[in-house]
């Protein structure tokens, strides 16, 4: 579909919202960024992987990956509260090696692999330099990122522990994390936003998912435009 008639059909569907609707999704996504995005490999708790997604959308985080290694990713709508709904997620689940194929795609997208481990000692978490954008990559729950991960990371980073336990949970760390690095990207980075044929894409999306028979409509809509 080509730019032209995504933005007509966003147009048309957002008659069927209301102006304050309207103006509260606009406000959001230009505060999105995809200069951070999150990945997650092979978390098997379905209320850490949506805790994860619900922080993302608090701060702003659009694009998230989740690696399949026989956990299937589950949101529990709980916790998530809809949260991701509002995310660009992406699961890789039909490579032979899902974490390499997810991995080499965001290298090739231009991310630096940053890997969270309490076992590495590259730097803390408000160390790490922002400018470059960052694929924030986080493992299982008892078992932490794979070897795959610690082959191909860039870098890894911790969060400073002062106590007996050497982890937090990790949706916890994910959102301490987020925390951290979104505040910095922000103050720091002068291109952190989407690009605006990101904000067009995310926006028919968005439109697509929370309008009740928004397919039907565009249906409709292109048939009576002949289109």
Request: aromatic share 8%.
């Amino acid at each position: 579909m080509n730019n032209f008639l995504k933005k007509e059909l966003s147009e048309y569907l957002c008659t069927f919202i209301s102006d304050r609707r309207r103006a509260r999704l606009h406000q959001v996504l230009a505060q999105r960024t995809g200069h951070l995005r999150i990945v997650l490999e092979n978390v098997y708790q379905a209320h850490n992987a949506s805790a994860v997604m619900r922080s993302c959308d608090c701060f702003g985080i659009q694009y998230v990956h989740y690696i399949e290694h026989g956990n299937r990713l589950k949101i529990s709508d709980d916790v998530a509260m809809g949260s991701s709904n509002w995310l660009s997620i992406q699961r890789h689940t039909q490579s032979e090696n899902n974490t390499l194929e997810a991995l080499t795609l965001l290298k090739r997208q231009g991310y630096k692999i940053v890997a969270t481990t309490p076992h590495e000692n590259d730097c803390t978490i408000d160390k790490l330099p922002v400018h470059e954008k960052i694929a924030l990559v986080f493992g299982t729950e008892i078992e932490g990122i794979s070897e795959e991960v610690y082959k191909h990371a860039d870098s890894f980073v911790k969060i400073p522990m002062h106590g007996f336990t050497e982890s937090f949970n990790i949706s916890v760390s994910a959102a301490l994390c987020m925390y951290e690095l979104t505040k910095r990207i922000r103050e720091t980075v002068p291109d952190y936003l989407l690009t605006e044929q990101e904000k067009l894409d995310i926006f028919f999306d968005w439109l697509r998912s929370s309008i009740d028979k928004s397919d039907a409509l565009i249906e409709n809509y292109l048939q009576k435009k002949q289109i």
